[in-house]
C-alpha cells in the first residue's frame, strides 16, 4: 500500500484517509512498519516545511482548546488549511488523550480545512515527540500551512514541542489574587510570546500579569539585541471566548515569521531543530542499549545502591559501567 | 605512593602537599594514574560529605572574589575550614585560570586553614566538573568543612556547579538604570539564594533589586509550598567590600541547610546529585564511544549535512547511524 500519492494529492475524503494511515504507520512498534514509515517520510519530506508551525502550551484551565478552536476557524476564513497535533505524555498512563478529545473543538474538528489529531498514547516522551514530530511532516506534505502542537504543561512536554515549533506561545491566566500564578521552571524561557486569556474577566489583573510577566522575561535576559531586526517576547492580552484579540495574535505571529524569516532564524532553528532532534534520537538509542547490555544489567542495581549510600564514588561508577559495555 | 594517610591526617604542611598531589592524581588523563585515583576517591568516601558544599556563580564583576575572600575569612573566624574550588570552562582556551588566580583573595589564600584551588585547565565542562568534584571530596576527606566552589557564567557551569552543591548562590549587582542586568536563561531556577552585591552603593536600586527578583521568582514557580518547613529562595542585600551582610547570609546559609537537613532534602539531594553524576558520565562515555566508532565517523558527515538540507528525517538519520554502532 503506497500512501504517498493520497497524502500529497488534492485535499477530500482519500486524503484524509491516507494521512490517517500514514500517521498511525509511524505510530507503530513493529519494525517493517517503521522501515515503510521511514521511506514514506524520505519521500514525503520534499513535500514538507512550507506550515507555519505553532507550538501552544498551558496548564489545564486556561483555555487552549477554545483559543485553538478560535484561532483555527480564523485562519481557515483567511484561506489555511490547519492541522492540530497534541502531546499528551500523561495519555501513557490514562489510556487514552483527554487533549486530543475531538470534541473539545466542536467546530474545528469536523471542518473540512482541519485535521486534528490526539496524541500518541504510548512510549516515552521522547517516542510520543518523535511520533509527532513526524506526523507534522505527513500534514505538511498533505498541504496544511499552519500546523499547531499542543501540549499540557507535563514533564518535558514543553520543551519538546518548542523544540519542533518555529514559534512556542505559553497561554497564562491573569490572576485574581495578587500573585501570578507560577510558571513551570524553565518554561518561560522557551517562549516567543505569552498569551493572556481570559483578559476580559478583569482587565486590571490583566494588565498587571502582562506587565508582571514582560518584566520577568526582561530580567531573565530573553530579551535580544535592541533593535529591529530582533523579535522581542511579548505578552499580549486575548480573550479566546469572547473573540477578542485573535486578530491581534495573529498579527504578532506574523510579525514574528517576518522578523525571523528576514534575520535568518526561522530557517536556522528549523536545521537546528532537526540536528537536535537526531542527537536527542541518538542518545535515547544509545541509552537503551546501553540498559540492555547483559553485563550492565548485572551490574547496575548494586552500583546504584553503592552510589546513592555514598560507598563508591559516581564517576568510578560510570567508568564501571561503561568499562562493561566496551571492555 | 599512598596518599590516604596524609590527606585524612592532621592539617599542616604534608596534608596540603598531599591534597595537592591527589587533586593533581585526579586530574592526569593517563590510564594508571586514573586507576589509582579512582582506588584513592574510593579508600577516601567514608570521609567525606561532613562539609557545607556552596556553590556561587555570578558574572565577571559582581564581586565573587571579594565575596568569597570576606565569606572564607569571617567562617575561619568562627572555627571552620575552607577549600575553595572553581569551575572555569574558558580557562581552557585561555590556558590559564583567571578564577583561580590566588592573588585575588589576598588573605585566604595563604591562610593555614583555607585550601584554594583553580580550575583545571583543559577538558570539557563535563570533564572539568568531574575533577572539581573529585577534588571536592578530597577536601572533604581532609576535614575541610565549608567547600566553597565558585564558577563564572559560562556555557552550563553553573548547571555543573549547581549540581554538586547543597546550596547554589547567584550574585547579581543592583543595576545603575531602571533595568536589573539580564541574568542567563535557566540560572535563576538553579538558585537557592541570590545575593545582590554592592547593596551599599545605591540602596534604593538595590531595594528595587530585591523586589524584582522576588517577583520573579515567584512568577517562575520557585517557592515550594507555603509552609515552615521548606525553603523559599530568597534576595539578600550585602557589600562584600564593605563587609556588610556577611552574617546575614551566613546565617540564611544556616537556616537553610536546617531546614533541608530537617526534611530530607539535604540528603535527598546529595543522593540524587551522585546518581545525576553517574548518569551523567555515562551519558558522556556512551557520546564519545559513539563517535569514536568507524561506522559512525563514516555515515556522520553525510548524514549531518542531509539532515540539516532537509533531506532525511532526523529520526531516520538517528535509526541509520544507531545501527551502524548496533548492526
Known amino acids: 500500500m503506497n500512501l504517498y500519492p493520497d497524502v500529497i494529492g488534492p485535499p477530500g475524503a482519500s486524503q484524509r484517509r491516507a494521512i490517517a494511515k500514514a500517521i498511525t504507520l509511524l505510530e507503530s512498534t513493529r519494525a517493517e512498519h517503521r522501515a515503510q514509515a521511514d521511506e514514506l517520510l524520505t519521500a514525503l519530506l520534499p513535500h514538507t516545511g512550507q506550515s507555519f508551525r505553532l507550538g501552544i502550551s498551558g496548564v489545564p484551565g486556561v483555555g487552549k482548546s477554545t483559543f485553538i478552536e478560535v484561532l483555527g476557524l480564523y485562519l481557515i476564513a483567511l484561506g489555511h488549511r490547519v492541522a492540530v497535533l497534541t502531546i499528551d505524555p500523561s495519555s501513557t498512563v490514562s489510556g487514552g488523550s483527554i487533549l486530543g478529545d475531538k470534541t473539545r473543538m466542536e467546530q474545528l474538528s469536523v471542518h473540512p480545512q482541519a485535521y486534528i489529531r490526539p496524541s500518541p498514547s504510548s512510549g516515552t516522551l521522547g517516542g510520543v515527540a518523535e511520533k509527532t514530530r513526524e506526523a507534522m511532516l505527513v500534514c505538511e506534505a498533505a498541504g496544511y500551512d499552519v500546523v499547531i502542537v499542543e501540549t499540557v504543561g507535563v514533564g518535558q512536554s514543553e520543551t519538546a514541542v518548542a523544540g519542533m515549533t518555529d514559534m512556542f506561545v505559553l497561554m497564562q491566566l491573569p490572576n485574581a489574587g495578587d500573585d501570578l500564578q507560577a510558571i513551570k521552571k524553565g518554561v518561560m524561557e522557551l517562549a516567543?510570546?505569552?498569551a493572556i486569556n481570559k483578559a476580559?474577566?478583569?482587565?486590571?489583573?490583566?494588565?498587571?500579569?502582562?506587565?508582571?510577566?514582560?518584566?520577568?522575561?526582561?530580567?531573565?535576559?530573553?530579551?535580544?539585541?535592541?533593535?529591529?531586526?530582533?523579535?522581542?517576547?511579548?505578552?499580549?492580552?486575548?480573550?479566546?471566548?469572547?473573540?477578542?484579540?485573535?486578530?491581534?495574535?495573529?498579527?504578532?505571529?506574523?510579525q514574528f515569521q517576518r522578523l525571523q524569516t528576514a534575520n535568518g532564524n526561522w530557517q536556522a532553528r528549523r536545521q537546528q531543530q532537526s540536528l537536535a532532534w537526531m542527537w536527542e534520537r541518538v542518545d535515547?538509542?544509545?541509552?537503551?542499549?546501553?540498559?540492555?547490555?547483559?553485563?550492565?544489567?548485572?551490574?547496575?542495581?548494586?552500583?546504584?545502591?553503592?552510589?546513592?549510600?555514598?560507598?563508591?564514588?559516581?564517576?568510578?561508577?560510570?567508568?564501571?559501567?561503561?568499562?562493561?559495555?566496551?571492555p
Open 284 to 326: 535515547a538509542g544509545l541509552k537503551q542499549a546501553f540498559r540492555q547490555h547483559p553485563q550492565v544489567q548485572a551490574l547496575l542495581p548494586q552500583l546504584l545502591q553503592d552510589v546513592a549510600a555514598g560507598r563508591i564514588p559516581a564517576s568510578t561508577a560510570a567508568r564501571n559501567l561503561l568499562s562493561a559495555q566496551y
Open 192 to 194: 516567543d510570546l505569552v
Open 200 to 254: 476580559d474577566i478583569d482587565a486590571l489583573a490583566a494588565q498587571r500579569a502582562q506587565l508582571q510577566i514582560t518584566s520577568a522575561m526582561q530580567l531573565l535576559g530573553l530579551f535580544g539585541p535592541h533593535d529591529d531586526a530582533h523579535w522581542r517576547p511579548q505578552a499580549l492580552l486575548l480573550s479566546a471566548l469572547g473573540g477578542q484579540g485573535i486578530d491581534g495574535f495573529w498579527a504578532a505571529a506574523q
